[in-house]
């Protein structure tokens, strides 16, 4: 099992609607977790970070965290041709050095 | 924008030669990464430091040397490129501590003819 997985995708869907990009990890003790957004031949930009089980709302995005079943999620809400991107679900654990551990990413396409 | 500046941006080499990337940052953060990015794998770590004079290897360290003699600089040094390493380099910066986000450079697209 890879430590980190997502769905390839391509999600898509229309504009206005909601958009939900899930991602599973292995159990490796203490986490946190970044989501981070990547235009086409373009680096890779952080848009959510959480570390705690729950909801955390930034603006049309919601990060959400389960950790006794191993898995986050992003939702993005209204959304718009511009949010057409890879998005990449990160994961850090503790011992670590900080070092991020990447999911392949899923393809989203908002469709006008 | 995180101030990191990966030099050069693009680069063709041959097969053989030895080839250097650079990472430079203005952020004064202390932990360095090197990633690559190629279609089906993702994001992979090559190598990453903790400070100055201090690294250590990735899931995909073969092949890859790093030094940092200084806190802003990072170096990667392919000492014989293969088409293997054909890829996007990406480097990272971030604070110490788990709870800290990475922030990336633009990326260098390196080609090995």
């Known amino acids: 099992q890879k430590e980190v997985e997502q769905n390839s995708g391509p999600l898509s869907v229309p504009e206005g609607a909601i958009a939900s990009l899930n991602c599973t990890y292995s159990?490796?003790?203490?986490?946190?977790f970044f989501w981070y957004r990547q235009y086409s031949g373009k680096s890779p930009e952080l848009i959510m970070s959480i570390y705690s089980n729950g909801d955390k709302e930034d603006g049309r995005f919601t990060a959400q965290l389960n950790k006794a079943s191993q898995y986050v999620s992003l939702l993005i809400r209204d959304s718009q041709p511009s949010d057409s991107a890879t998005y990449l679900c990160?994961?850090?654990?503790?011992?670590?050095?900080?070092?991020?551990?990447f999911g392949t990413g899923t393809r989203l396409q908002v469709t006008l | 924008d995180a101030g990191i500046t990966q030099s050069p941006r693009h680069k063709v080499t041959e097969t053989g030669t030895p080839v250097t990337l650079r990472c430079h940052q203005t952020e004064n953060h202390r932990y360095m990464y090197w990633y690559r990015q190629d279609p089906g794998h993702g994001l992979r770590l090559i190598h990453y430091s903790y400070g100055v004079k201090d690294t250590d290897k990735g899931e995909v360290s073969d092949g890859y040397s790093v030094s940092r003699s200084k806190t802003e600089d990072f170096l990667l040094t392919l000492e014989s490129a293969t088409s293997s390493q054909t890829s996007v380099y990406f480097c990272a910066i971030s604070e110490l501590g788990l709870r800290t986000e990475a922030f990336f450079g633009q990326g260098t697209r390196l080609t090995v003819v």
């Open positions: 990160a994961v850090a654990w503790r011992g670590t050095a900080s070092k991020l551990t």
């Open positions: 159990d490796r003790g203490s986490q946190s």
